[in-house]
């Protein structure tokens, strides 16, 4: 197993929370995470349909199986479980007492938090970050690598060519997610929907365009995003449109929360096309926020992340507000600096007035300095 950061925060959670829940993705790492982290504890998966009718049929009978806890994996399959296990462990009043995993959060986060409130910690697993592949010694060297294999730890446990993957992946468990969450009439439209938002990856989000190139309504557009979005697939990162006193963009930004998926989603069956490939800025800055992302939630904190962008469009790339105060960054996949990617930053501070802005540019190249106050930041040196 590859170390995570995640176990940690699960581990001080554990000291304040009876029941722990671990959200994310299919094959993001939960199940062996909650097993890792709780050894000792029994564990059951409700994907079993044997486990599963157990634990519908006779609740109170099932829990009452585990009188030191356990791990249950995809809770979000027995939902009514959860009314259960709220009298259980109110009645034992016992820190870590047991540990869930689900991979789709619409009806188990509404679950969770009408039932469970104030008695759950939560951890969002994402794949794996560079700070666990560069631990682990395992991390790619060169970009294009990395953008093209992603980070779900099956690629980096096993050898598996990333496209025979993600080609299984999603057959496997996108399919399966979509039908369980929504009822999509034609596959084929909804795999052409999942497609044209790889292509749309760091863009400003159009519904009324996603649909129409793809032949359905905006309405139905969204409801499929939203999917997407309840699968861990995809990011809607949003605008910060305060003060300033000027029009500003209101719409969010689209990004895949992996690049290797995106990649394949897109066709790219080769690293080395990425070198060249117009989608290449694209999947980077999605790889950094996605970054930015893990480094919060595996931290068992909300992510505070926002973008910045004026009606003539200029644009700071991420905003993210940090304990030292707020983050400027831009995001460049080449490996050369230029002195326009500092103008926006310039812009920025100047409106903004914010005393406490930091200034960074993160970019595709090895060097790591400082430049008229801005910290120029290799893609490197983020694990």
Same mark, same amino acid.
């Given at each position: 197993?590859?170390?995570?950061?995640?176990?940690?925060? /699960?581990?001080?959670?554990?000291?304040?929370?009876?029941?722990?829940? &671990?959200?994310?993705?299919?094959?993001?790492?939960?199940?062996?995470? $909650? @097993?890792?982290?709780?050894?000792?504890?029994?564990?059951?998966?409700?994907?079993?349909?044997?486990?599963?009718?157990?634990?519908?049929?006779?609740? @109170?009978?099932?829990?009452?199986?585990?009188?030191?806890?356990?791990?249950?994996?995809?809770?979000?399959?027995?939902?009514?479980?959860?009314?259960?296990?709220?009298?259980?462990?109110?009645?034992?009043?016992?820190?870590?007492?047991?540990?869930?995993?689900?991979? $789709?959060?619409? %009806?188990?986060?509404?679950?969770?938090?009408?039932?469970?409130?104030?008695?759950?910690?939560? &951890? !969002?697993?994402?794949?794996?970050?560079?700070?666990?592949?560069? =631990?682990?010694?395992?991390?790619?060297?060169?970009?294009?690598?990395?953008?093209?294999?992603?980070?779900?730890? #099956?690629?980096?446990?096993?050898?598996?060519?990333?496209?025979?993957?993600?080609?299984?992946?999603?057959?496997?468990?996108? !399919?399966?997610?979509?039908?369980?969450?929504?009822?999509?009439?034609?596959?084929?439209?909804?795999?052409?929907?999942?497609?044209?938002?790889?292509?749309?990856?760091?863009?400003?989000?159009?519904?009324?365009?996603?649909? #129409? %190139?793809?032949?359905?309504?905006?309405?139905?557009?969204?409801?499929? /995003?939203?999917?997407?979005?309840?699968?861990?697939?995809?990011?809607?990162?949003?605008?910060?449109?305060?003060?300033?006193?000027?029009? /500003?963009?209101?719409?969010?930004?689209?990004?895949?929360?992996?690049?290797?998926?995106?990649?394949?989603?897109?066709?790219?069956?080769? #690293?080395?096309?990425?070198?060249?490939?117009? =989608?290449?800025?694209?999947?980077?800055?999605?790889? &950094?926020?996605?970054?930015?992302?893990?480094?919060?939630?595996? $931290?068992?904190?909300?992510?505070?992340?926002?973008?910045?962008?004026?009606?003539?469009?200029?644009?700071?790339?991420?905003?993210?507000?940090?304990?030292?105060?707020?983050?400027?960054?831009?995001?460049?996949?080449?490996?050369?600096?230029?002195?326009?990617?500092? =103008?926006?930053?310039?812009?920025?501070?100047?409106?903004?007035?914010?005393?406490?802005?930091?200034?960074?540019?993160?970019?595709?190249?090895? %060097?790591?300095?400082?430049?008229?106050?801005?910290?120029?930041?290799?893609?490197?040196?983020?694990?």
């Amino acid at each position: 197993m590859i170390p995570r950061v995640a176990a940690e925060s /699960l581990k001080r959670l554990a000291r304040g929370f009876p029941v722990l829940l &671990i959200t994310g993705p299919r094959q993001s790492g939960k199940t062996t995470l $909650a @097993r890792a982290s709780f050894a000792d504890k029994p564990y059951t998966s409700l994907e079993n349909p044997e486990v599963r009718a157990f634990a519908e049929q006779d609740p @109170r009978r099932f829990l009452q199986q585990y009188p030191d806890g356990a791990v249950l994996d995809e809770v979000q399959r027995c939902p009514s479980l959860l009314s259960w296990l709220q009298g259980l462990v109110d009645e034992r009043q016992r820190m870590g007492d047991f540990v869930l995993t689900g991979s $789709a959060q619409f %009806d188990l986060i509404a679950g969770v938090t009408q039932t469970l409130a104030g008695r759950v910690g939560r &951890i !969002e697993l994402l794949p794996l970050s560079m700070a666990e592949l560069s =631990a682990a010694g395992l991390r790619p060297e060169r970009l294009s690598d990395f953008l093209h294999r992603g980070s779900y730890p #099956a690629l980096y446990d096993r050898t598996l060519l990333p496209s025979d993957w993600y080609s299984n992946y999603a057959a496997s468990y996108l !399919e399966r997610d979509v039908r369980q969450l929504v009822a999509v009439r034609d596959l084929s439209q909804f795999q052409t929907f999942v497609r044209l938002c790889a292509a749309r990856t760091g863009q400003l989000l159009n519904l009324a365009s996603l649909g #129409a %190139d793809c032949g359905i309504s905006a309405v139905t557009a969204r409801h499929w /995003l939203s999917v997407l979005e309840a699968s861990y697939l995809v990011f809607l990162l949003r605008p910060d449109y305060r003060n300033f006193g000027k029009r /500003l963009v209101k719409t969010p930004k689209l990004y895949f929360l992996d690049t290797g998926l995106a990649a394949w989603l897109l066709g790219i069956r080769q #690293a080395d096309t990425l070198d060249a490939h117009p =989608a290449r800025g694209a999947l980077f800055e999605s790889l &950094i926020v996605a970054e930015c992302l893990k480094h919060d939630w595996n $931290a068992g904190q909300p992510a505070q992340l926002s973008f910045w962008r004026d009606h003539r469009g200029q644009e700071i790339d991420l905003l993210r507000e940090t304990e030292l105060g707020l983050q400027a960054i831009e995001i460049k996949s080449g490996s050369t600096v230029s002195g326009d990617w500092l =103008a926006p930053l310039k812009m920025y501070r100047a409106v903004s007035e914010r005393a406490d802005l930091r200034q960074a540019v993160i970019y595709g190249g090895d %060097d790591h300095y400082t430049r008229e106050d801005v910290s120029i930041v290799s893609w490197r040196s983020l694990g």
